[in-house]
């Protein structure tokens, strides 16, 4: 069994920068590879971010390349997704995901068997 809590969204202006964090809990986390997914209203869930279980692979959404960063620290079984010149098309629920254990590099959605509840992130204008 495996607990993700997310922190760290928020309110904040265009430019601005966040920094979520997730909270895992589990013996398996570190088995995982790990992703942020985000859903904006009216819109289909779409992955932000990933990052390999010992965080040596990362891929980014084509919109998050160059102003977000995706890490972890294993020892701490925390998440992060360093959000930089947010836009307000950044704004969105922002989920912390698990991948199963020995599933596929970037496999889909149903890949990801554990979810946090979400952080809300609202950029104005």
């Known amino acids: 069994q495996v607990t993700l809590v997310e922190s760290g969204g928020g309110l904040m202006q265009a430019g601005g920068s966040l920094r979520l964090s997730c909270a895992a809990s589990?013996?398996?986390?570190?088995?995982?590879?790990m992703a942020w997914f985000r859903q904006a209203p009216g819109k289909e869930r779409e992955v932000v971010a990933v990052?390999?279980?010992?965080?040596?692979?990362?891929y980014y959404q084509d919109s998050a390349k160059g102003r977000f960063t995706i890490s972890r620290d294993n020892a701490k079984s925390t998440v992060y997704l360093q959000m930089n010149s947010l836009k307000p098309e950044d704004t969105a629920v922002y989920y912390c995901?698990?991948?199963?254990?020995?599933?596929?590099?970037?496999?889909?959605?149903?890949?990801?068997?554990?979810w946090g509840q979400g952080t809300q992130v609202t950029v104005s204008s």
């Open positions: 995901a698990a991948a199963k254990v020995g599933s596929t590099w970037l496999g889909p959605s149903n890949e990801y068997d554990y």
């Open positions: 990052i390999s279980r010992l965080g040596f692979r990362t």
């Open positions: 589990g013996r398996t986390v570190g088995s995982r590879a």
